[in-house]
């Protein structure tokens, strides 16, 4: 198999023209800064925005009363629902997400066969499809709640801004298998924590009924952790030739 | 290879073809290419979306024109969309904006170096020191908010150290106008430098304006705000010291002499296989648009293009580091000031420059914030106190 990192001339170190680093600091020398101060000058600098921001979003309460009346809404009186719903509305959001995701990978096995020979396809398949289960069980989760799951709560927001990233190197077509899956391991770690959270959650605030199905997507995002790991493993290991 | 800016016809407008494959190509490596290719890139966006732009603002003035600068804009416009989409998605905004900084040292130097004009030599230098400034600041933002070196960017051919301070940069609109240089007695070289500077500048501009609020961190959406207001100065400046009396046909056939020019200097240096190509195609396209110029102002205006243009090209534009020669101006003429369209020593500048500069710095200034104490090394400052931090160790054991 072969490695990346072995083809091409990458000219980002300092090491491909030695003469110019040392020029480069000698210019330093003799040209100093023309401010005094260091990084806690910036974080002093930031603190008036902090201090004045305002929230990036609000959780949406349940819209109606006929939905505030709901079962499940009914478990959480006296207690903060919103919590719940937002973190559920997250989890919803990763799922479509992480399914996106999947799709992305799945694209690009038809045209790079290089490293493709260590992930079956089917089992790749059957994880896009197990994400993709994941959306409806939150969707419902929500809607018994008499929440509106098309809402972007915050924690769905600051999940999309987190998988820009894992995107931007899944769709990016010179990202070989072995680098979209390194994106895909970073959103399953985030995912499966996502999960244990969200069931330790809807443990306490007594919603018994979601902690049982929850429980079962939980192991299925094991599972996909536990593979991605060993077709990272083994990816690395044949394009190191050690294996 | 010898052009004729004259009698050249490059290729026919209607063969000046496309398709949307075709405008979506393969993108530079951002680690591999040379950095010199990505400079090239930026800077031919720059003059492509200034034909664009004053394509747009010519139509509007005269309708006789409208037809064919609405053919040639066409081109144009896919023109610039294919160069610009050359850079790699892994290439961040502010990764980009270190290279924009780099084009505006490493080519405005170049500039200046040749530049026949004194006066317009003069004006380059000064505005060389401004964006020599702006590198370092963006690349402490670089380092402070993402630990990422800047010189995986420039490639060791550019210093990464203070010019002109920004924070002093900032002048009352009066002292951004120049005097402009005389359309019948300044030489063709001089005309070309003006009219890539002011493309590259007002190009610099707009990527800033577009890419400052897209940052999260204030103290950066206050450094592409400032920095964005120094460029908009340039433009100002840059736009100055061309003669406003050219008539627009004129300028038509400057700004179509000026992509030529500015093709062929990309392509007798391009070492990229696959981007020079690029270059290639489009200097025969600039030939095809300068070709229907040169007819309408003969069949419509009623002159010769010779009364406007050389017959052949000067020297292209030589992209290389410029390193010993920047450094020289900053340590000649770092302290110059502006007092309208004259240099002045900083004792020296007006009142009306240092009340605006006040007033703007009142609640701070964020490129010397961000720069507090800041100083490139290799690696990034991390690695420089993780050397502090082993020496005190040691000492302390």
């Known amino acids: ?243 | 290879m010898a052009i004729n800016l004259l009698t050249d016809s490059g290729t026919p407008i209607d063969q000046q073809r496309f398709t949307w494959r075709d405008l979506v190509q393969k993108p530079i490596s951002k680690l591999n290419v040379d950095a010199f290719t990505r400079v090239r890139i930026i800077l031919m966006n720059g003059i492509e979306s200034e034909s664009v732009r004053f394509g747009h603002s010519c139509a509007r003035m005269n309708r006789a024109l409208q037809e064919p600068l609405a053919r040639v804009r066409r081109k144009e416009q896919h023109q610039q969309t294919l160069v610009n989409w050359l850079l790699p998605a892994d290439q961040s905004p502010l990764e980009t904006t270190i290279g924009y900084e780099q084009v505006a040292i490493e080519v405005t130097a170049s500039l200046a170096r040749v530049e026949p004009d004194p006066y317009i030599a003069q004006v380059l230098r000064f505005g060389l020191l401004e964006d020599f400034d702006h590198l370092y600041r963006y690349a402490a933002l670089l380092d402070r908010l993402q630990g990422i070196d800047a010189n995986t960017i420039t490639q060791g051919y550019t210093d990464i150290v203070p010019g002109r301070a920004t924070v002093d940069e900032h002048r009352d609109p009066i002292d951004d106008l120049r005097d402009h240089y005389d359309k019948k007695t300044a030489r063709p070289l001089t005309k070309l430098h003006a009219y890539t500077i002011m493309a590259g500048e007002h190009q610099t501009h707009d990527y800033y304006m577009h890419y400052g609020p897209w940052f999260s961190d204030p103290l950066a959406r206050q450094l592409y705000a400032e920095i964005a207001s120094i460029e908009e100065q340039h433009v100002t400046q840059y736009e100055s010291i061309i003669d406003p009396t050219e008539s627009w046909i004129e300028k038509w056939l400057l700004h179509e002499a000026n992509e030529v020019y500015n093709y062929y200097s990309c392509l007798v240096q391009e070492e990229h296989p696959h981007v020079k190509a690029i270059w290639e195609r489009f200097l025969d396209y600039e030939l095809g648009h300068l070709r229907l110029a040169r007819d309408v102002c003969k069949d419509i205006e009623r002159r010769d293009p010779a009364e406007f243009l050389p017959e052949q090209l000067p020297e292209p534009i030589a992209y290389r580091s410029n390193r010993e020669y920047v450094r020289q101006v900053l340590r000649d003429e770092v302290q110059l000031r502006a007092d309208g369209p004259r240099f002045v020593d900083r004792s020296q500048e007006p009142e009306r420059s240092l009340a605006y500069r006040r007033q703007m710095n009142e609640d701070g200034s964020p490129t010397q914030t961000v720069a507090a104490g800041w100083q490139w090394t290799p690696g990034g400052e991390l690695l420089a106190q993780r050397s502090l931090l082993e020496e005190g160790m040691k000492k302390a054991a």
Not at chain 1, 10 to 19: C, E, K, V
Not at chain 1, 97 to 123: H, M, N, S, W
Not at chain 1, 176 to 192: K, M, R, V
């Open chain 1, 1 to 243: 198999m072969d490695s990346p990192q072995t083809m091409g001339m990458n000219r980002s170190g300092i090491d491909m023209s030695p003469q110019a680093a040392r020029a480069m600091i000698d210019a330093v020398r003799e040209f100093p800064p023309t401010s005094q101060g260091g990084t806690e000058t910036l974080t002093s600098y930031r603190r008036t925005y902090v201090a004045q921001a305002d929230p990036i979003e609000t959780v949406p309460l349940p819209g109606t009363v006929k939905g505030a009346a709901k079962a499940g809404m009914q478990k959480l009186m006296g207690r903060h629902a919103e919590v719940l719903i937002d973190k559920l509305g997250g989890r919803l959001a990763f799922e479509r997400t992480g399914t996106r995701l999947y799709d992305a990978l799945i694209g690009k096995f038809g045209a790079r066969t290089d490293e493709a020979t260590v992930v079956p396809p089917d089992q790749l398949n059957q994880f896009r499809a197990e994400e993709a289960s994941h959306i409806g069980l939150c969707w419902d989760a929500l809607r018994r709640l008499g929440a509106d799951p098309t809402c972007v709560t915050p924690n769905a927001d600051t999940n999309a801004v987190a998988s820009i990233g894992l995107m931007q190197i899944i769709a990016d077509p010179r990202m070989t298998i072995a680098q979209s899956l390194h994106a895909i391991h970073i959103a399953e770690l985030a995912d499966n924590d996502g999960w244990v959270h969200l069931i330790n959650l809807a443990k306490e605030m007594g919603q018994d009924e979601m902690v049982a199905q929850f429980r079962k997507a939980l192991e299925e995002e094991d599972r996909h952790l536990a593979s991605l790991r060993q077709w990272m493993e083994q990816i690395s290991l044949s394009q190191a030739g050690v294996e």
